[in-house]
């Protein structure tokens, strides 16, 4: 991804679409309409991205996608209002939050699947800080960002916890092979 980085004015334009689109949303408006033909080429091309959203440094939402199947600026907007209103994990976003909130947007790299052996082989073949991982078994699926090894640096706790993401044992990755694909994101915030 990093010859295919975003400009500086091409994120401005992504976080600025993802802020108004939250606060649309969240007060219940519908969401603006794009000018199209004055967007960067780029933007209008498929992505993958999710939307993270902090109060304080705290988590208030995250929501995306893996696989890219909407023009970038599209992507965002969906996955902003998805992280304020439909992160099952928190309560909607209020109107008054919305100023308080910061926004960081993570365009995925296509996920890649990681061959390995064994589970200290997996350990090893991890990138910390540079994947993204993707935990797949019997028709269930977590992932974490890249972002995710700043709080569970350790290896073997990253998996046990996307186990539990899962819905899985969290040592289920010990005890079997499991499909894994790795990511990386090009992050960026308000």
Not at 10 to 37: H, M, Q, S
Request: proline share 7%; net charge negative.
């Amino acid at each position: 991804m990093a010859d295919d980085k975003l400009t500086e004015g091409e994120r401005k334009l992504l976080l600025k679409a993802a802020r108004e689109a939250i606060e649309d949303a969240v007060n219940g408006r519908p969401l603006r309409r794009l000018d199209w033909d004055n967007l960067p080429p780029r933007l209008k091309e498929e992505g993958a991205t999710f939307v993270t959203l902090t109060i304080n440094g705290k988590l208030r939402g995250c929501i995306g996608t893996l696989e890219a199947h909407q023009p970038l600026i599209e992507d965002v907007r969906e996955h902003a209002v998805a992280a304020a209103l439909a992160d099952y994990r928190f309560p909607p976003v209020r109107p008054e939050e919305v100023a308080h909130l910061r926004i960081e947007i993570s365009r995925l790299t296509k996920p890649q699947p990681l061959e390995y052996e064994t589970p200290l082989d997996l350990i090893h073949k991890l990138r910390p800080g540079i994947d993204g991982v993707v935990l797949m078994d019997d028709g269930r699926r977590a992932t974490f960002l890249p972002q995710v090894w700043h709080s569970l640096p350790d290896a073997e706790n990253f998996l046990d916890q996307l186990c539990l993401k899962m819905g899985a044992p969290r040592k289920l990755w010990r005890l079997k092979k499991l499909t894994v694909l790795t990511y990386q994101v090009e992050e960026f915030h308000e």
